[in-house]
């Protein structure tokens, strides 16, 4: 399926002057469309290339929501980075689908491990709201799973007024700057007990996920700033969303889905290896981790 000149050229101007630069401009819609379609066969291709040699310790995950309407008002695009064992970040899957939605993440998760890995990542990295946990204790039972702390932090300040939200988010912030997991878990207990009694809600929000909250203290801790958070991928989505913002719904499926592979690809191009990859081998062999050290064999 090709996507209609109009999809291609007035909807995508914005993504499309980001990809093609000041030439895109001049383009007309007949030359649009036909760099879309192979745009189109290149995601095609690139969504069935093979991993079987390759392993990754790291997946961070999430649904994005753009201004584009796909087959229903609750789709959105699902988006899974991984890093690999030299620590590459790299873009594995973009595809539309359910955010909250198990069937969804299963049928990513079990694609990759179609085309090759075999092996399950040692930590993943999302939102608590998605559906894709559920996916991956069934694809990947042994994987770890960690919380994003931007996401927390906002959906527990959003049942907070603002009056209070400034100093709850330096609260919050002392968590998961915490040098020591103890130390974590000690302004974890603060912000409950100074909290809870008048804003029941936002305390009941932190308390869901706690423990995979802190599953980063179990890694090496320089990697900790990479796997707080979907950053990564939020980093680069914000720039997808701002080059799609004026579509305003006009967007088929096709068209949608190949401009944010394009403009993913093309933000991979930048994007940097993990601090601390030297000790990516350790994490792989299952070495322990306490507060960011590895353990040491008495």
Not at 127 to 133: E, T, V
């Amino acid at each position: 399926m090709v996507a209609s000149e109009g999809d291609l050229h007035g909807g995508f101007s914005e993504a499309l002057a980001a990809l093609l630069g000041r030439d895109a401009a001049g383009l007309s819609a007949g030359t649009i469309s036909r760099l879309k379609a192979v745009w189109q066969d290149e995601h095609a291709q690139w969504d069935q290339r093979s991993l079987t040699h390759k392993r990754y310790v790291y997946l961070w995950v999430d649904g994005i929501h753009v201004n584009v309407r796909l087959d229903e008002e609750a789709s959105c695009i699902l988006v899974v980075m991984g890093a690999d064992a030299k620590g590459k970040k790299e873009l594995l899957a973009v595809s539309d689908g359910y955010r909250e939605s198990k069937v969804s993440w299963r049928e990513i998760l079990l694609d990759l491990k179609r085309r090759g890995m075999k092996e399950g990542p040692k930590l993943a990295i999302g939102d608590g709201a998605l559906g894709f946990w559920a996916a991956l204790r069934e694809v990947f039972p042994k994987c770890r799973e960690q919380r994003c702390w931007l996401h927390k932090t906002v959906n527990v300040l959003d049942k907070m007024p603002k009056s209070v939200q400034g100093k709850a988010k330096s609260m919050l912030h002392e968590m998961w700057q915490a040098p020591t997991k103890e130390k974590a878990l000690a302004a974890y207990g603060h912000f409950l007990s100074s909290w809870s009694e008048k804003y029941p809600k936002a305390t009941e929000c932190l308390r869901t996920d706690k423990e995979e909250l802190f599953t980063f203290y179990d890694f090496p801790a320089s990697h900790w700033v990479h796997i707080r958070t979907t950053n990564p991928i939020e980093s680069t989505y914000a720039t997808v969303r701002l080059r799609t913002k004026k579509t305003k719904g006009c967007g088929s499926r096709v068209a949608t889905l190949t401009m944010v592979f394009k403009l993913a690809r093309e933000a991979e191009k930048t994007w940097r290896r993990l601090m601390g990859h030297e000790q990516i081998p350790l994490v792989m062999e299952g070495k322990r981790f306490i507060d960011g050290e590895v353990e040491v064999a008495a």
